[in-house]
């Protein structure tokens, strides 16, 4: 248990866990949110307008059919589940047309709307009069291109070297067929207009001499080329031509004589088949063919329903002595996406003003060929279906979002909170061993390194470890050198103690029990006691020292000392260091006489001073025997340096040893380095 809590008490703060984790869920609460208050909005939006757009739909519908166009299409309904020709005979919401003249013609037949478009430009309208005592005609109008026109001379029998209009009809068993030739062709500047005379033809195509007096029509050619030009600067242009005909129907004739009261519209009107081409001169192909494929019918009343929206559904009826229904239309739903059944659940559940009492809407159309009534109605529950494919956007925006949080989410635990928990936990671990002291530390932050920030954290804090485990084990090992060093020094003590001890062989003398008491108390001290604390004793008073003059000072004095021909090159102004006088002088006298032991003879010792940015540097030079490479680092260990001179001559190796415990204690460093004809030891301090 104890272990456990000790794990929890490294590990990141649970507040911090829980503000971050905090953060994260009012993220998403706040997304979701959002999105539900955008749907709440769209569905209060949708339900306030829907009204006044289904009112305006209403108008707008009865309105088109009131039009001349409308009232063409609500004259030729089709018989639920039939299908029209696109070329086909209709009613016309005016008794007639004006075929003999072209104006009024073209008018009439662009107004009603009846003309069928064909991809090459051409147009055709095939009707008749909504008057039955206008006779029974069909008149056939419609325009093509053409180029320059070919008349046909009166009288001549060869009707196919001219331009013509060939028909046929068919109505309850009866087929009317005319060939009509374009004759009288007259017009100034440019413009033709020519009768067309119909000649009946029989079933074998041939044409009657005489012509049939009841077939009248018209044809009339532009005098302005298609591409702007003038007809009379070129003359071979396609231009645009116009026609108009009035088709005498033998069955529809017949029965209007043999009963003038009958029915008309004739309700077999859908039946008859009209077929319409212009010839050209010769037997080359026709120019127009009314059942050339890729004709667009006129307006009629299914296109109504690409009007309607989802939901809606529109009843068309005809009022008067024998009601009847006309269409029944619906919108098109296909457009609608299929929302999961979720969001249709969360779109019913949200708030929105209320449509209240039934959406329906009754208006009356009157028309000179009668009157109808539409009937336009709407279910409300349509209106959120309507709002499923905002909602369904809106969830994968509010699920991206998600998504992009949690992974936010998942990107910090992992990339960031984990890796402070184990910085955090390693960095507690090595506590115990920082504040016990003397041990080294075992851990782990190199494996957290990186490029981000806590990557340089973790490897700036390894680096510091590592040079603090260096450090320890550098300490340990002064510590057993400083120990030999004592040693060594309680040895020298002891000798000559024990040959005073000599001097007084007697037992009983006080002299001797004396001796013996000092050769106790050396043995206790020395025996017990490590060089590191000896040195620790000892207290430096750190202070701003000029360098300079305190560098030649001791360079005047090196020849007291038995140093002699030491030279300093003095930088000319005060150089300010952090140092304790009288241990820096000691370390430079321990330096100048090992230099003084390996220099030959008759050779300086120079001193010169460096800076570097917060440091100074002390430089000491003399010709000599370079260094060993492998041994620049070891001389400054206890008994080394020694080990490379005369072993009789009485040095230890301590002299390098103090100098550079003294200015580890003053915060420098010291380095020996091998020049081109000697040696070098460079001496770092703080500049004050």
């Known amino acids: 248990?104890?272990?456990?809590?000790?794990?929890?008490?490294?590990?990141?703060?649970?507040?911090?866990?829980?503000?971050?984790?905090?953060?994260?869920?009012?993220?998403?609460?706040?997304?979701?949110?959002?999105?539900?208050?955008?749907?709440?909005?769209?569905?209060?939006?949708?339900?306030?307008?829907?009204?006044?757009?289904?009112?305006?739909?209403?108008?707008q519908i009865a309105a088109r059919l009131q039009h001349p166009t409308g009232q063409l299409a609500l004259l030729n309904p089709l018989p639920p589940g039939a299908t029209r020709a696109p070329v086909q005979p209709?009613?016309?919401?005016?008794?007639?047309?004006?075929?003999?003249?072209?104006?009024?013609?073209?008018?009439?037949?662009?107004?009603?709307?009846c003309l069928v478009r064909y991809p090459d430009r051409a147009q055709l309208c095939l009707a008749i009069g909504s008057n039955p005592l206008a006779g029974g005609f069909v008149y056939a109008v419609g325009a093509f291109d053409a180029g320059p026109l070919v008349s046909h001379a009166i009288g001549d029998l060869d009707l196919t070297a001219a331009h013509r209009l060939q028909v046929e009809v068919s109505l309850r068993g009866i087929t009317d067929r005319w060939l009509a030739p374009l004759e009288g062709a007259t017009g100034r500047s440019g413009l033709v207009r020519g009768r067309l005379t119909g000649f009946p033809e029989d079933a074998l195509g041939t044409p009657s001499r005489r012509p049939d007096r009841e077939f009248r029509?018209?044809?009339?050619?532009?005098?302005?080329?298609?591409?702007?030009?003038?007809?009379?600067?070129?003359?071979?242009?396609?231009?645009?031509?116009?026609?108009?005909v009035r088709l005498p129907v033998t069955a529809l004739r017949e029965a209007l004589y043999a009963d003038p009261n009958s029915a008309w519209p004739p309700p077999d009107l859908a039946d008859m088949h009209v077929r319409l081409r212009i010839l050209p001169p010769g037997d080359a192909a026709p120019l127009f063919d009314s059942e050339r494929s890729g004709a667009t019918a006129p307006f009629r009343l299914d296109d109504l329903a690409a009007e309607l929206l989802a939901g809606e559904a529109l009843e068309i009826r005809r009022l008067g002595p024998v009601p009847a229904t006309l269409a029944r239309l619906k919108g098109d739903t296909s457009g609608l996406e299929a929302a999961p059944r979720f969001i249709g659940a969360i779109l019913r559940r949200l708030p929105a003003e209320r449509v209240e009492g039934p959406l329906e809407a009754h208006v009356p159309i009157s028309t000179a060929v009668g009157n109808y009534e539409l009937t336009l109605t709407a279910d409300v529950r349509a209106i959120d279906r309507t709002l499923e494919p905002v909602a369904y956007r809106i969830a994968w925006f509010a699920g991206a979002m998600l998504a992009a949080i949690a992974l936010a989410w998942l990107a910090l635990e992992i990339r960031i909170i984990r890796r402070i928990t184990l910085l955090t936990t390693r960095a507690a671990s090595v506590r115990k061993p920082v504040h016990e002291g003397g041990a080294v530390i075992e851990n782990e932050l190199a494996t957290l390194s990186g490029r981000d920030e806590l990557g340089l954290l973790a490897g700036v804090l390894s680096d510091l470890l590592q040079?603090?485990?260096?450090?320890?084990?550098?300490?340990?090992?002064?510590?057993?050198?400083?120990?030999?060093?004592?040693?060594?020094?309680?040895?020298?003590?002891?000798?000559?103690?024990?040959?005073?001890?000599?001097?007084?062989?007697?037992?009983?003398?006080?002299?001797?029990?004396?001796?013996?008491?000092?050769?106790?108390?050396?043995?206790?001290?020395?025996?017990?006691?490590?060089?590191?604390?000896?040195?620790?004793?000892?207290?430096?008073?750190?202070?701003s020292l000029d360098i300079d003059g305190f560098l030649a000072r001791v360079a005047d004095g090196a020849a007291h000392a038995g140093i002699v021909d030491v030279r300093f090159a003095s930088a000319g102004s005060a150089m300010a260091a952090r140092a304790d006088e009288h241990s820096l002088e000691d370390v430079i006298a321990h330096v100048l006489a090992n230099a003084d032991r390996f220099r030959p003879a008759g050779t300086p010792i120079e001193i010169r001073l460096a800076t570097e940015p917060g440091r100074v540097l002390v430089h000491i030079r003399n010709q000599g025997p370079a260094?060993?490479?492998?041994?620049?680092?070891?001389?400054?260990?206890?008994?080394?340096?020694?080990?490379?001179?005369?072993?009789?001559?009485?040095?230890?190796?301590?002299?390098?040893?103090?100098?550079?415990?003294?200015?580890?204690?003053?915060?420098?460093?010291i380095e020996a380095r091998n020049v081109a004809d000697g040696v070098e030891f460079v001496l770092t301090l703080d500049a004050a």
């Open 1 to 59: 248990m104890t272990g456990l809590v000790e794990r929890w008490r490294g590990r990141l703060p649970f507040r911090l866990r829980a503000f971050f984790r905090g953060v994260f869920l009012l993220l998403a609460i706040a997304t979701v949110a959002l999105a539900l208050t955008v749907l709440a909005e769209e569905k209060r939006l949708s339900h306030r307008s829907y009204r006044a757009l289904f009112e305006k739909s209403a108008e």
């Open 467 to 543: 040079r603090v485990n260096e450090e320890v084990r550098r300490a340990h090992i002064r510590a057993e050198q400083e120990r030999d060093m004592w040693h060594a020094v309680g040895h020298e003590i002891l000798a000559p103690l024990q040959s005073l001890s000599a001097l007084h062989p007697s037992a009983g003398d006080p002299n001797r029990r004396y001796i013996e008491r000092m050769q106790q108390a050396v043995r206790v001290l020395y025996g017990t006691a490590s060089p590191g604390e000896a040195i620790r004793s000892a207290a430096l008073s750190l202070s």
């Open 90 to 113: 209709l009613l016309l919401p005016f008794a007639a047309i004006d075929f003999d003249d072209r104006a009024k013609a073209q008018q009439a037949v662009e107004m009603a709307g």
């Open 217 to 244: 029509g018209w044809l009339w050619q532009d005098a302005r080329c298609l591409d702007g030009e003038v007809a009379a600067v070129s003359a071979d242009c396609p231009r645009r031509a116009f026609f108009s």
């Open 627 to 669: 260094i060993e490479e492998a041994m620049l680092g070891k001389i400054f260990e206890y008994g080394v340096s020694g080990a490379a001179g005369d072993a009789t001559s009485g040095h230890r190796g301590q002299g390098l040893f103090v100098a550079k415990t003294y200015m580890a204690k003053m915060g420098g460093t």
